[in-house]
T-cell receptor, first 113, second 111 residues
Framework: EAQVTQNPRYLITVTGKKLTVTCSQNMNHEYMSWYRQDPGLGLRQIYYSMNVEVTDKGDVPEGYKVSRKEKRNFPLILESPSPNQTSLYFC????????????FGQGTRLTVV | SQQGEEDPQALSIQEGENATMNCSYKTSINNLQWYRQNSGRGLVHLILIRSNEREKHSGRLRVTLDTSKKSSSLLITASRAADTASYFCATEGGSNYKLTFGKGTLLTVNP
């Protein structure tokens, strides 16, 4: 089954404790991205990657890092999480970038206290 | 920056009625897509319309695109309680192929 898998689904952590949210897709897609969703603000892109070893900032990259060492994986790293990074995070992948639909993971609800 | 803006923000209808949601955007696009999100879950792609298309159908969904007005509409016919969800438009354009989402319309279909 074609899917994007995120882990964990839920995470509560403390300010400053480094964490990684994993994302994996099994569709051989080149384009992957991370979004955060906040009430009243919709979905905003954090980072995206057009292929292995090619990543770039989205609209709200501050406080986040990503890596793309393999085509299937695109982890989101929060080196020093802060309460304003409490949000619902989604990973998405797309095939032929210009015309393709996006496949979304089920989301990671992160709370930073 | 937000590209698409959906209207209305919330819509409540009875089962069997049609639901229409609108999306406006600001810059030129390659395509416009509609997604559905059940509460707190991942978005699911519904339909994509390219900039050179004016109308597209998929089952009970009808999407129109007016590039001169920079607007799109999503019509769901004969709505069902299971259609209750948030609906987002997303525009794709520019050199980085980014999908930019609006804030969504919350549709409630009452049985």
């Amino acid at each position: 089954e074609a899917q994007v898998t995120q882990n964990p689904r839920y995470l509560i952590t403390v300010t400053g404790k480094k964490l990684t949210v994993t994302c994996s897709q099994n569709m051989n897609h080149e384009y992957m991205s991370w979004y955060r969703q906040d009430p009243g603000l919709g979905l905003r892109q954090i980072y995206y990657s057009m292929n292995v070893e090619v990543t770039d900032k989205g609209d709200v990259p501050e406080g986040y890092k990503v890596s793309r060492k393999e085509k299937r994986n695109f982890p989101l790293i929060l080196e020093s999480p802060s309460p304003n990074q409490t949000s619902l995070y989604f990973c998405a992948s797309r095939g032929e970038a210009r015309t393709a639909e996006a496949f979304f993971g089920q989301g990671t609800r992160l709370t930073v206290v | 920056s937000q590209q698409g803006e959906e209207d209305p923000q919330a819509l409540s209808i009875q089962e069997g009625e049609n639901a229409t949601m609108n999306c406006s955007y600001k810059t030129s696009i390659n395509n416009l897509q509609w997604y559905r999100q059940n509460s707190g879950r991942g978005l699911v792609h519904l339909i994509l319309i390219r900039s050179n298309e004016r109308e597209k159908h998929s089952g009970r969904l009808r999407v129109t695109l007016d590039t001169s007005k920079k607007s799109s509409s999503l019509l769901i016919t004969a709505s069902r309680a299971a259609d209750t969800a948030s609906y987002f438009c997303a525009t794709e354009g520019g050199s980085n192929y980014k999908l930019t989402f609006g804030k969504g319309t919350l549709l409630t279909v009452n049985p």
